[in-house]
């Protein structure tokens, strides 16, 4: 009787054992199964979003060119037809020479106009000579008698891949544009630099700063932080603000390093 007992605790013992070995494997198997899940969706998620800011920038670079070739083509032959009027008036009409030179001068800054706005949706500058000279040309033009704006960088700047030095530039932009429209920023620095753990993009100013969750608050405010969030996320990297309503702002943009084979030497900005 005894023998039965003991063979039939055993039994259960094993059996039990059984049991939650198998939940246990069952569980974990699960887990497994989620995180794989929430791999895939986060991939999805950032492929989705890599292609939406790629769809911006194709759309950015059509407008460009559709300003360029047709926009500034119409402009300057409307120059070329103002200045032979021009001739014209000049000899039959002298006291109207005063408003054809009004029209040039209109027509002039409109050219020049027209191709500002292309080089902005499309920096040139960025795909033929780099992320540095890029940024020196953002500054030079941002730069005026009220608004100051330095770049500072280290002596050597690995090359970055592409859709890397285009993120980095345009979150740059993006954050010069708002210092100096929205806080009133008179001094502006870009600082980029290359550390062990990969490249560092900060932009300080001066300016009256802004409350961070009240502008992310805001949909219509808040797009442009937003969007530098998501250009970071495709690429796996970190943005950090140090704000405040009173003071200039700090914010620090971290990516990761590609291990660039070559690197640029860079003459100190």
Not at 37 to 45: A, I, S
Not at 71 to 80: A, F, H, P, R, Y
Request: hydrophobic fraction near 40%; include cysteine.
């Amino acid at each position: 009787m005894k023998l039965y007992i003991a063979v039939g605790t055993a039994v259960l013992l094993v059996m039990a054992i059984f049991i939650i070995v198998f939940v246990a494997y069952y569980q974990q198997k699960q887990i497994r199964q989620q995180l794989i899940l929430k791999e895939w969706q986060e991939k999805y998620r950032k492929g989705l979003l890599a292609a939406t800011l790629q769809a911006q920038e194709h759309e950015r670079r059509r407008i460009a060119q559709d300003l360029h070739d047709e926009i500034g083509t119409m402009l300057s032959v409307t120059k070329l037809s103002l200045n032979q009027l021009g001739r014209t008036v000049e000899h039959n009409d002298p006291g109207s020479t005063v408003l054809v030179q009004k029209t040039r001068s209109l027509l002039d800054e409109t050219i020049a106009n027209v191709r500002r706005i292309s080089r902005d949706l499309v920096p040139t500058t960025l795909e033929r000579f780099g992320l540095v000279s890029a940024l020196e040309e953002l500054a030079e033009k941002a730069s005026n008698g009220e608004v100051h704006v330095e770049l500072s960088c280290s002596d050597k700047m690995p090359t970055l891949l592409p859709q890397l030095d285009l993120t980095l530039f345009r979150i740059a932009q993006e954050l010069i544009n708002n210092a100096i429209k929205h806080a009133n920023a008179e001094n502006i620095i870009i600082d980029l630099h290359c550390q062990p753990t990969g490249i560092l993009l900060s932009v300080i100013d001066d300016g009256r700063g802004f409350d961070l969750d009240e502008i992310l608050k805001d949909k219509k405010r808040g797009l442009g932080l937003r969007n530098i969030e998501s250009r970071l996320n495709v690429i796996d990297g970190h943005v950090t603000f140090d704000v405040e309503e009173g003071r200039g702002s700090r914010i620090h943009i971290q990516v990761k390093n590609l291990k660039p084979e070559v690197e640029v030497e860079v003459e100190a900005v």
